[in-house]
């Protein structure tokens, strides 16, 4: 599987933002695979986002305050550190990389293409909490996807929501299952 889903909860829609959880599932869109036993996830301490120069907005906090309980205890549980939680995702990814490319191909998840949610949100806002700790971003320049694009070109193809709404190994789960019916039914047309 090449493909990753990844999603993030966030305390600012800028790309500085301070970043308080991470999820990620793999998915094939010609078979319909989502690798939902082996999904990533993993809580980051806000103070640790905010350590390395990451942003909260107040705008953003607020919006928090209107979600769902079960999301606010989510992103409220004991994190990892930022910089920690970046190797073991960049762990995760390699696990993938190595089975699309081979155990000798030295390129870390160069043959990923990596989904977001949003040209401008998801993977901007991950790459740069790579780069402010220091962290080599882990997939190439040219591999980013865009789901909000994608649902887009198929607007009819429901999204079916799975799990709490806002926590985001769910949501990235939700979305790599919509992104594949979408590819599919793009396919098909």
Known sequence: MNHIMIDLETMDNRPTAAIVAI?????????????TDCAFYINIDLQSSLDAGLTVSGSTINWWLQQSEAARKDITA???QLHMALFEFSQWLHRYNVAACGPHDDALAHHLNIWGNGSDFDNVILANAYHATEQLVPWGPFRNRCYRTLKKLAPTVQLERMGTHHNAKHDAITQAHHAVRLLQHLEAA
């Open 23 to 35: 999820g990620a599932v793999a998915f094939d869109p010609a078979t319909g695979e989502v690798d």
């Open 78 to 80: 004991p994190g990892e």
